[in-house]
């Protein structure tokens, strides 16, 4: 499976964005989808994961109740909403695909990232 991250881009600090991830290849609708993001200087970690049917999701503690995941398999397009942005969440944001169960958090496909800048 092929994935393309779009919707990146430089906002304020308590603004918003709208990430995008369009797949193509295998079927999208069997596979569970996450974003991942990566500071600078800093490990890759897990965002927000988001199973095949849309039904469980799952997000990291500095991002619940900002962040949203969802997807469009019709589209086979993945999205995070990610409201209330703050400072720390300036990272290049990775979105990923596994065959595999959503809550494993682990992913075999990858797309190119796109650089998330949140200014003070």
């Known amino acids: 499976v092929q994935l393309q991250a779009s919707g990146g881009g430089l906002v304020q600090a308590g603004g918003s964005l709208r990430l995008s991830c369009a797949a193509s290849?295998?079927?999208?609708?069997?596979?569970?989808m996450g974003w991942l993001r990566q500071a600078p200087g800093k490990e890759r970690q897990f965002v927000a994961g988001i199973s095949w049917s849309g039904g469980s999701t799952y997000y990291a503690d500095s991002v619940k109740g900002r962040f949203t995941i969802s997807r469009d398999n019709a589209k086979n397009t993945v999205y995070l909403q990610m409201n209330s942005l703050k400072p720390d969440d300036t990272a290049v944001y990775y979105c990923?695909?596994?065959?595999?169960?959503?809550?494993?958090?682990?992913?075999?496909?990858w797309g190119q990232g796109t650089l998330v800048t949140v200014s003070s």
């Open positions: 290849g295998r079927i999208f609708s069997r596979y569970s």
């Open positions: 990923a695909a596994d065959p595999g169960n959503a809550s494993r958090q682990r992913y075999d496909y």
